[in-house]
C-alpha cells in the first residue's frame, strides 16, 4: 500500500476531511489509511442537521438500500474495488478472508432485503399510515419513537453494520460513530447509501475520539452501542440507548449422542475466527465432558496458521503484541481449569510482525465456574460438566443457546427465560443468523411503537 | 543603566534582553530590594542568579519553583524594592488541577505594562473601539475574568460577567459527577444568554467549550453574530477543526482570536495576526516579560523550530519572577519575531487521545 486511503467523516454537508487524523494500521503495523476525526462542534451540527432534515418515503428508502447493498457487494466505492476493500479489511482486522467476503454479501443482501425485515417486527395489530382504511374504526398506527438514530459501531466483524440499515428502512436518520479498528465497511456502506438515493442528511458517519463519543448518543433519540459489560453496565439504565453487550453463546448437550453434533460444535466455536458475538465459549455437556472437549480440540488444533487474505484461513490474526495480550489475559484467568488445546499459549507469530490466535479448549469441573463467562474474539471455549440438577442458571445471560436435548420441560423453561436471547433446538449452529430472525430481540421493536388513531 | 531605569523603562518601549535579565536579577536578588521568598530560596539555589544568570538560556538553571507558591504568604512575594507602598491590584490563583491552589500577587505597574501591551494587540486585530464586553468563564481568585475586565475599562466598555468556578467543575468530574458539570455548564449558557439578549455587548470572551456550548443553541448564534464583532477564546486549547468550524460556518462575520496565558506568567498573549487561510493559532510572547521555551519531553532539551514539545513560561518582570516553570500544554516551537527572547508557540493542546480501547475480554 503506497498511498494512504483517507477515510473523510461523512457530514450532513458531505464528506469532510478533518485537521485532527487518525492512522489505521494494518497487522504488521504499516499505516494504511488516514481516518479524519471530527470535533464535538462538527458532531453537534451533524445532529442538528439530520434532526431537521426530512425522511423520504418508504419505498424510495427500501429501493436505495437494495441499490446500495448492490454496491457496497460487489461496485467501486470511493475509488475502492469490492475485493480490494476486502483485502484491506481481512489486512487490518485479522479477519479470515473468506470471512470478510461473506460479510460482504451479507450486508449487500441484507441491505436489500432490509425493509421487508423490519415487517416482521410489527405488531400485528398495526398498520403503517393513518391513511389505511382500517384506522376508519380506529386502529394502531406503526410510528417511529423518534427521529435520530445514533450507532456506536463495533469492528469486531462487519456484518454489525448490517442491523443499522432497519433503522434507514424505518425512516430514521441515522449517525455511525465507527470503530477505530475497521471504520473502512461502515465508510464504504454509507458512501454507497449515498451514492444510491439517500442525502448526505439521512446516514452520517461520525468518526470521533472517545470524549466526544457520546455527544453523538445525546443528541441523537435513540441509540444502540456495541460493547462488553462495561457498556451494558453505563447504558443499561437508559431507555434510549440499546446496548449490545457481550455475546457468551452457549451449547447444552445432553444424551449420550456428541458424536453426530461435533461438526455443529466446531462449527460454534471457530465460525467467523471466533470474532462475533454468536459464536460458542462455553459447551455444558450433560455426563462427563472431557471426550467431547477433546475431540473438539483435536478438531480446532487441525486448522492451520495462515494469513488472513489467504483462501484457506479460517483463525484471526492480530497484530503480534496484541495477540500476545489476549493470550496473557487468557492464561491469567485458566484458574485452575484444565486445559485441552492452547494451555501453554495460543499466539503462532508469522514472521512478520503480526500473530495467528490459535483456538483454545478448556475444561471447568463445574457448570457456574466463572471462565464459562469469558469472552475473547478468537476461538476458544470452555466444556463443563452439566445435569438436570444444575438447572438453566448456568445457561443463562446467552446471546444465543443451542440445546441439543429432548427434554421439552427444560427447552420450555429455557424459551421463557429472559436472559437467554435466542433458543436454537437440534443440530443448529449458534452463529445461524436468518433475515427473519431476531438476532437480540427485532431493532423494530426498540424503534418503534404503536401510536391509536381513530378517524370519524 | 540602573537597575529600576532598566525594569521601569517606558511602557512603549522595549529594554534589551541581556541588560533586563541582569537589571531583573539584581532586583530580585539584592537583599534591599528582592522578595522575602526570592531571598530565602536563594541560600538554596546553589549559583548567585546575579553573577550566573545573564541571558535568556540562563533562565533555565533556576528550579522550578511554581508549587512553592501554594504555600508561601503572599507578602513574600512582593519585591522589598518598592518598599511600603506596593500597590496591590490583586492575588490570583491557578486552577486548582494539580492540587491546593497556587498564588501570584499583581502590582499596579505589571498592570499598566500588560494593559499597554494588550491594547496594542487589539488594535491589530481590529477589535470594536467601544462598545460592552462579556467574560464568559472564570472570576473569582483567577486572573482570566480580571484581565477581561482591565481590558473593556481601557477601551471605555464595561465587562458583564458570568461566574465560572473551573475547580467545581474539574471536581465534578473526577467524581464521576458528569452530569452535574453538564448541568452547570448549560447554567452558565442561560446567564449568558440574559446578558447577550438585553445588553450592547461587542466582544464576547470565553473559553472554547463553553464557546462550543453556545453555538448549541441556534437563537444565540443568531445573536452573537449580530450584536457579537469579536470573539476572544482562552483558558483551554482549542482544536483546528473545530477553529475552522466556528470561523467559516458557526460565526463567519465575527473576528475570533485566541488567547494563550496563565496565572503563573501574570497575563494572557494574544493570537499573532495571521492571513486567515493559513489556519494556524501562533502566540508571540511578550518579551522580556512573559516568555517561552518549548523543549523536549524526555530530555529538557529545546526542541527545533516546528517540532512540537512541552512548554516553559518564564515571567521576569520588577514585580515579580518565576522563570522555567513547565506547563504541561504541548505546543510546535515558532520562530519569534525579530527581537524577542525565546520562542513564539503553535498548535497549543494536549496531546492527542485517542480511544485505546484496552478492554480485551469481549468480541466488540
Keep these: 500500500m503506497e498511498e494512504l486511503i483517507l477515510l473523510d467523516a461523512l457530514g450532513a454537508g458531505g464528506p469532510y476531511h478533518s485537521r485532527s487524523r487518525q492512522t489505521i494500521t494494518e497487522l504488521t503495523g504499516a499505516p494504511v489509511a488516514e481516518l479524519s476525526l471530527v470535533p464535538r462542534l462538527f458532531v453537534q451540527r451533524t445532529m442538528a442537521a439530520l434532526r431537521e432534515a426530512r425522511t423520504s418515503p418508504p419505498h424510495d428508502r427500501a429501493a436505495a438500500l437494495a441499490r446500495a447493498g448492490r454496491l457496497f457487494a460487489t461496485g467501486t466505492v470511493n475509488g475502492i474495488a469490492a475485493e480490494e476493500y476486502q483485502h484491506i479489511v481481512s489486512r487490518v482486522s485479522g479477519m479470515p478472508i473468506t470471512v470478510v467476503r461473506s460479510a460482504t454479501a451479507g450486508i449487500g443482501r441484507r441491505a436489500g432485503e432490509a425493509y421487508r425485515t423490519t415487517r416482521h417486527a410489527r405488531p400485528q395489530g398495526a398498520v403503517d399510515d393513518w391513511r389505511d382504511p382500517l384506522t376508519c374504526d380506529g386502529h394502531a398506527v406503526w410510528t417511529r419513537r423518534g427521529d435520530v438514530f445514533a450507532v456506536h459501531a463495533a469492528g469486531n466483524h462487519p456484518g454489525v453494520h448490517t442491523l443499522w440499515l432497519e433503522a434507514l428502512a424505518l425512516g430514521y436518520r441515522v449517525a455511525v460513530r465507527p470503530s477505530r479498528r475497521e471504520p473502512f465497511t461502515p465508510h464504504r456502506l454509507i458512501t454507497a447509501l449515498r451514492e444510491s438515493g439517500f442525502g448526505e442528511d439521512q446516514v452520517v458517519l461520525l468518526p470521533t475520539d472517545y470524549a466526544v463519543a457520546d455527544d453523538i448518543i445525546r443528541d441523537a433519540d435513540l441509540a444502540m452501542v456495541y460493547g462488553g459489560e462495561e457498556v451494558v453496565n453505563k447504558y443499561g439504565n437508559d431507555v434510549r440507548v440499546l446496548p449490545q453487550g457481550p455475546g457468551r453463546s452457549k451449547i447444552l448437550l445432553t444424551g449420550d449422542d456428541w458424536e453426530s453434533h461435533l461438526g455443529t460444535i466446531v462449527d460454534s466455536v471457530s465460525a467467523f475466527g471466533g470474532t462475533a458475538c454468536v459464536n460458542t465459549t462455553a459447551v455444558f455437556v450433560e455426563g462427563d465432558p472431557a471426550p467431547v472437549a477433546e475431540a473438539v480440540a483435536e478438531r480446532l488444533a487441525a486448522i492451520p496458521s495462515l494469513p488472513p487474505e489467504d483462501d484457506g484461513a479460517v483463525l484471526p490474526v492480530q497484530p503480534a503484541e496484541d495477540a500476545r495480550a489476549i493470550e496473557k489475559y487468557l492464561l491469567d484467568h485458566v484458574d485452575g481449569a484444565t486445559p485441552v488445546l492452547g494451555g501453554d499459549g495460543v499466539v503462532d507469530e508469522l514472521g512478520d510482525g503480526s500473530g495467528v490466535l490459535r483456538p483454545a479448549v478448556f475444561r471447568v469441573d463445574r457448570p457456574d465456574a466463572p471462565q464459562t463467562g469469558i469472552e475473547l474474539s478468537f476461538p476458544c471455549v470452555w466444556f463443563a460438566p452439566w445435569s438436570r440438577a444444575d438447572g438453566i442458571e448456568p445457561l443463562r445471560n446467552t446471546l444465543v443457546l443451542t440445546a441439543i436435548t429432548e427434554d421439552d420441560g427444560l427447552i420450555d423453561r429455557l424459551v421463557e427465560d429472559p436472559s437467554i436471547r435466542n433458543v436454537y433446538l437440534g443440530d443448529t449452529p449458534t452463529y445461524r443468523m436468518p433475515a427473519w430472525v431476531p438476532h437480540d430481540a427485532y431493532l423494530g421493536e426498540f424503534l418503534m411503537r404503536t401510536k391509536g388513531v381513530i378517524r370519524t | ?364
Excluded at chain 2, 164 to 171: A, L, T, Y
Excluded at chain 2, 252 to 270: A, D, F, H, R
Excluded at chain 2, 297 to 312: A, F, L
Aim: net charge negative; glycine share 8%.
Design chain 2, 1 to 364: 543603566m540602573a537597575t529600576e531605569q532598566i525594569l521601569d523603562c517606558p511602557l512603549d518601549q522595549v529594554p534589551e534582553g541581556p541588560e533586563f535579565i541582569e537589571a531583573a536579577m539584581r532586583w530580585h536578588f539584592s537583599p534591599e530590594t528582592g522578595s522575602p521568598y526570592w531571598l530565602e530560596r536563594a541560600k538554596t539555589l546553589g549559583f548567585d542568579p546575579r553573577e550566573e544568570v545573564r541571558t535568556f538560556d540562563d533562565l533555565r538553571r533556576f528550579p522550578n519553583v511554581a508549587n512553592e507558591l501554594r504555600d508561601v504568604r503572599v507578602e513574600d512575594l512582593i519585591p522589598r524594592g518598592y518598599g511600603p507602598d506596593a500597590e496591590v491590584v490583586g492575588v490570583y490563583e491557578s486552577g486548582g488541577t494539580t492540587g491546593p491552589p497556587k498564588r501570584v500577587v499583581v502590582l499596579r505597574d505589571w498592570l499598566e505594562r500588560l494593559m499597554h501591551r494588550t491594547e496594542q494587540d487589539l488594535q491589530a486585530r481590529g477589535y470594536p473601539e467601544s462598545g460592552h464586553w462579556l467574560s464568559l468563564g472564570p472570576t473569582g481568585p483567577h486572573v482570566f475574568g480580571e484581565l477581561v475586565r482591565w481590558q473593556a475599562a481601557r477601551r471605555g466598555g464595561i465587562r458583564f460577567t458570568v461566574d465560572m468556578d473551573p475547580r467545581w467543575v474539574k471536581r465534578c468530574i473526577a467524581e464521576g459527577r458528569a452530569e452535574e458539570a453538564e448541568r452547570y455548564a448549560e447554567h452558565l449558557i442561560d446567564q449568558s444568554a440574559y446578558i447577550l439578549e438585553t445588553q450592547d455587548v461587542r466582544v464576547l470572551v470565553t473559553t472554547p467549550p463553553l464557546l462550543t456550548r453556545l453555538a448549541r443553541r441556534n437563537a444565540l448564534v443568531d445573536l452573537i453574530n449580530a450584536k457579537i464583532a469579536a470573539i476572544s477564546w482562552g483558558g483551554a486549547h482549542m482544536d483546528p477543526d473545530t477553529r475552522y468550524l466556528l470561523r467559516t460556518e458557526v460565526f463567519p462575520g465575527v473576528k475570533l482570536y485566541g488567547t494563550y496565558g496563565s496565572t503563573m506568567i501574570l497575563g494572557g498573549l494574544g493570537e499573532r495576526v495571521t492571513s486567515p487561510d493559513e489556519d494556524i493559532v501562533i502566540f508571540d510572547t511578550f518579551s522580556p516579560y512573559i516568555t517561552f521555551s518549548v523543549v523536549d519531553q524526555e530530555t529538557g532539551e529545546v526542541v527545533r523550530y516546528g517540532d512540537r514539545g512541552q512548554v516553559v513560561m518564564h515571567h521576569v518582570s520588577k514585580s515579580f519572577l518565576l522563570p522555567n516553570n513547565l506547563e504541561r500544554d504541548l505546543a510546535t516551537r515558532v520562530a519569534p519575531p525579530p527581537g524577542q527572547m525565546g520562542d513564539s508557540v503553535a498548535e497549543v493542546g494536549p496531546l492527542p487521545t485517542f480511544d485505546n480501547e484496552p478492554v480485551i475480554e469481549g468480541v466488540y
